[in-house]
């Protein structure tokens, strides 16, 4: 059996303590919070990036508060922040966490902050109700990381991996934010079927660790796969893609189809091979779809190619200003990079070098892929070959590397950690029915 702590893979039940000297010097908690700060900081710079747009902001103030809404509002007021305080309890979970009603409060607080901003924004109003109603959306993603979390571990006792924590899953933490502002940037346009390979790419992802490593677990069905797949992207496509219903209901079940059959096929893998890692099989296959992605939203619309290169050093060179849906395509661009980097790390996980050995490869492939977008949009009309966004995009790359080697070093960590005796004997117990028919 290759070694666990350099594999990542999760032992199983009644694995003997894991030690390295490979493993970082910190406990699982102090790595858990240096994780989840970096994945909460992103999700929160994005969250203001989003509602700040495009900062225009002015003294005096434009105007005060409104107490304009609509059932609308209500809906993505709630589904927006949703995913904060689902990641907020997930990155502190090792501590204790929060009672979800406290991850409310501090997801209103956020809310109080970028309304307050809205206050000096021409274009945006500030509104309480919106400060409720993503307090209650954080509240209620807390809470729905409190019930799926008993249903999600990949192992038990000190280590108990949960599947969140794998460093494949990783990705659709990030993909998130990422398709929070492709909606955004994309404004209701034919843009938007640019959603259906990222939904099936983070489909894939689920169904890799579905059929790995939960599917064997009591209540593994493939029902909750479907019902988990499905919410993922629609909680994180509504807020951009609201008025485009049959965008939502063709990713999400693309992303559904994706899930169920790499499930299956993780699942075979495993009862043919035995236990196996799906991280980079399951990279191989879907990168050709994320690559696709990238390429076509970066040099959307087609139309727009006139013969004549445009390059600078401004955000986009082809136009005076820049406009909202391009300032959040340009967050998008940038969105995308940290998502690059972020699988680049991953391809070369195995070679379990500290990240200040790694970033120089994850500078290259990021720096050479910019080259080359950066080189086919100067031909496009409407955006142009940016000098600050491609230093921009490289800096995303190497920052979502640094995500990757965070939870990678994390989850080196939980495997490290002794297994309680109580819970051994638990799982004796447990295999002992699967003992008895082996030998009966």
Do not use: K
């Not at 979970?93 to 206050?119: C, D, M, P, T």
């Not at 660790?209 to 509504?238: K, M």
């Not at 031909?379 to 966004?389: E, F, K, M, V």
């Amino acid at each position: 059996m290759s070694h666990p702590a350099r594999h990542l893979h999760p032992p199983s039940l009644s694995a003997e303590p894991v030690t390295s000297a490979d493993t970082p010097a910190f406990h699982g908690s102090d790595s858990g919070r240096q994780l989840g700060a970096a994945v909460l900081a992103y999700l929160v710079a994005t969250t203001l990036l989003i509602t700040w747009a495009p900062f225009d902001f002015a003294w005096p103030m434009q105007h005060g508060l409104t107490d304009i809404w609509s059932w609308s509002d209500l809906v993505l007021n709630v589904v927006m922040f949703l995913p904060l305080g689902f990641f907020w309890q997930s990155a502190h979970a090792r501590s204790g966490g929060n009672a979800w009603w406290v991850v409310g409060l501090y997801g209103a607080f956020l809310s109080a902050v970028i309304e307050g901003g809205q206050l000096f924004l021409a274009s945006r109003y500030t509104s309480l109700f919106d400060v409720v109603t993503n307090g209650m959306g954080a509240a209620l993603g807390a809470r729905a990381f409190e019930l799926l979390r008993p249903r999600i571990r990949v192992g038990s006792g000190a280590v108990s991996a949960l599947a969140l924590e794998l460093p494949l899953m990783g990705l659709v933490m990030l993909l998130v934010p990422l398709v929070w502002v492709f909606g955004f940037a994309s404004a209701g346009s034919s843009r938007l079927w640019l959603l259906v390979p990222v939904a099936t790419f983070g489909g894939a992802v689920f169904g890799a660790v579905h059929g790995a490593y939960l599917e064997p677990s009591p209540g593994g069905g493939r029902g909750g796969l479907v019902l988990v797949t499905a919410a993922w992207f629609l909680i994180a496509a509504l807020p951009g893609a609201a008025t485009r219903w049959e965008v939502l209901l063709t990713g999400a079940a693309v992303a559904v189809a994706a899930a169920v059959l790499r499930s299956l096929s993780a699942a075979r893998a495993r009862a043919r091979d035995g236990a196996q890692r799906v991280e980079l099989p399951t990279l191989r296959l879907v990168l050709p779809l994320f690559a696709s992605y990238v390429t076509l939203s970066a040099l959307w619309p087609f139309t727009a190619v006139d013969g004549v290169w445009r390059g600078a050093w401004a955000l986009a060179p082809a136009r005076d200003g820049l406009s909202r849906v391009l300032l959040m395509q340009s967050l998008e661009y940038l969105a995308a990079f940290t998502v690059v980097g972020y699988i680049t790390a991953e391809l070369h996980g195995r070679q379990n070098a500290a990240y200040a050995e790694a970033w120089p490869r994850v500078v290259r492939r990021a720096g050479a892929l910019v080259l080359l977008l950066e080189f086919a949009r100067g031909w496009n009309s409407t955006i142009g070959a940016s000098g600050a966004l491609a230093l921009l995009a490289v800096g995303a790359g190497v920052f979502g590397g640094w995500l990757y080697h965070l939870q990678r070093d994390h989850v080196r960590t939980l495997l490290a950690r002794p297994v309680p005796f109580a819970l051994r004997v638990v799982s004796a117990r447990r295999a002992q029915p699967a003992e008895l028919s082996r030998t009966t």
